[in-house]
C-alpha cells in the first residue's frame, strides 16, 4: 500500500482536488452564446441574457420576481436595505462572512446567534432572548442548502414584527417541505459565484414574492433610475452582465446532470466514510431536492484518533484541498471580535461546529474513483493515527495550512501570472 504523504509517500492526487470548482454545463454552447452576445453589442444593463435567465430561475423557484445581481453579497446588501432594515439584524455567526458584512457594510449591527447543532442553522429558539427595541429583522440562512426551520423563524418575525430574510446562497434548486427554497420570508438571495452549484462566473439573485420590495430591490440595483435621466431612489450597480447571464443559462441546462454527479459523490463518500468511528456526514433529506453541492464531514475529537485540522493537513498532503468552512465563525473575525469581543459566550455550538467541520471536494472535476481514494487516505490517516500525529509536529501543514497554499501556485498549479492573457 502507498505510504501516506504525510508520512513521506508521493501525494496521492498530481493536481490539486479543490472544493468549489467550478460547474461549467457545455463549454460549446457558452462559447456559442458568448459570441452571439459579443455579435451583438449588448453586454449590460439588463440585456436579453439577463431577462432569459431571471425568467428562467423565477420559474424554476416559482417566485414572482427575480432580480439577477452581480453577486449575493449586494444582492443581500440590496435585498436588506430594500426591506427597510435598521438597528440591530438577527443571524447566525455560523456563515459565511458576506452575511454579516452586507449588514455592517450599511451601519446595521450584525446581533450573532447560536445555531442548531443538529442542522448547523440559526436556532428559532435562542433568536427572542437577543431581540432588542433595535431589532429589525432575522436573517436565516440555509447552511449547505439544507433549510432552516422557516415556519419558527417566521413564527417569530410575526409576533415581534421583524422581518424575516434569508440567504440563500447555498440553496439553489433545494426545497423545504415540497416548495422551493426562494419563496420563503420577504426575500431570499442566491448566490451564483464560481464555486456553486450553478454558477455566473459573479453573480447572484434577489427572489420575492412581494411586489414593492421587488420595485425597490430593481429600482436600487441599477442606481435608483426609473427612466433615463429620472433617479427616484438612492441606488448602487448590482447589475449582473450578459456574460454572466450566458453562463447562468449554460448552467440551468445542466443543472440536473450536475445535481446527480454530487448526488453520486454523496452517495460514495457515504459509502467509504459512513462508518468511519468520530467522523459523520451531514444527512441530507432525501424526501426534498437538494443539490447535494457540499460534503461536509464533522470530526468528533472524542472519538476519532485525529483531530479535525489533523485530518485537513493529512489530506492537504495528498493534494486533497479539504475546507474548514466556516471556521472560526463570524464573531471571531474583523470588525466584529474588536467590536463584540464577548460574543462567543452566546455562541457555544457555533464554535464547537466551526472546529469540527470538514469539507470535502465534490461537482464535476471529482470522480467517484478520487472519493474511493479520499476515503482510503482519511481511513489510514486513522489507523496509523500515533504516527500520523508525531510526523504532523514537524510538519507546518498542522499550523498554517493555508499559509502554505497560495491562490495562484499550489491551488493553480498550470496557473503562470506571467502568461500573456489573450
Ligand atoms: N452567503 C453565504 C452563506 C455564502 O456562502 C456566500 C459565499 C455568500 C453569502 C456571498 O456570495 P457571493 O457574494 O460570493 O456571491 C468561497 C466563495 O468565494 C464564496 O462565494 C462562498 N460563499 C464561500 C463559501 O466560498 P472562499 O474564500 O473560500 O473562496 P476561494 O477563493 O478560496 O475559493 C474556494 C475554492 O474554489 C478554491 O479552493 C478553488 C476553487 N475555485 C475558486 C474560484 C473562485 C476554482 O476552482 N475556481 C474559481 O474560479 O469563498
Known sequence: MRKLAILGGP????????????NMGDKTRLMQRIQAIVDGGWLTNRGPSVVEFERQVGELIGVKH??????????????????????????????????????????????????????????????ARIIT????????VHVWGRPCDVDALQDIADHYELTLLFDAAHAFNCSHKGRMIGTFGKAEVFSFHATKVINTFEGGAIVTNDDQLA???????????????????????????????AM???????????????HANYEAYLS????????????????????????????DEGESALSRDELIAVLHAENVLARKYFWPGCH????????????GILLPATEALAGRVMVLPTGTDVGEADVATIGRIIGEALANAREVRLALKSSPLLSAPHSLISKFDARFPR?????RIL
Open 415 to 419: 496557473f503562470d501570472p506571467s502568461r
Open 133 to 140: 427595541p433595535r431589532t429589525t429583522g432575522l436573517i436565516g
Open 215 to 245: 420595485g425597490r430591490a430593481r429600482l436600487m440595483q441599477n442606481f435608483g433610475f426609473r427612466g433615463y435621466d429620472d433617479v427616484v431612489e438612492l441606488g448602487t450597480n448590482g447589475k449582473m452582465s450578459e456574460v454572466a447571464a
Open 332 to 343: 471571531n473575525m474583523m470588525p466584529y471580535k474588536r467590536l463584540f469581543p464577548d460574543a
Open 272 to 299: 467509504c466514510l459512513g462508518a468511519v468511528p468520530g467522523l459523520s456526514l451531514i444527512p441530507y433529506d432525501h424526501r426534498e431536492k437538494n443539490n447535494y453541492h457540499y460534503v461536509v464531514a464533522e470530526i
Open 66 to 127: 427575480c432580480i439577477a445581481v452581480c453577486n449575493a453579497t449586494v444582492g443581500l446588501e440590496i435585498a436588506i436595505r430594500a426591506a427597510g432594515l435598521r438597528g440591530e439584524v438577527i443571524v447566525p455567526s455560523y456563515t459565511f462572512i458576506a452575511t454579516a458584512h452586507a449588514l455592517q457594510w450599511q451601519e446595521i449591527t450584525p446581533v450573532f446567534c447560536d445555531i442548531d447543532p443538529a442542522s448547523h442553522n440559526i436556532d428559532p429558539k435562542l433568536v
Open 11 to 22: 501525494s496521492a492526487f498530481a493536481e490539486a482536488l479543490h472544493v468549489g470548482r467550478p
Open 248 to 262: 447562468g443559462l449554460n448552467g440551468l441546462e445542466a443543472i440536473n446532470g450536475l445535481v446527480a454527479k454530487n
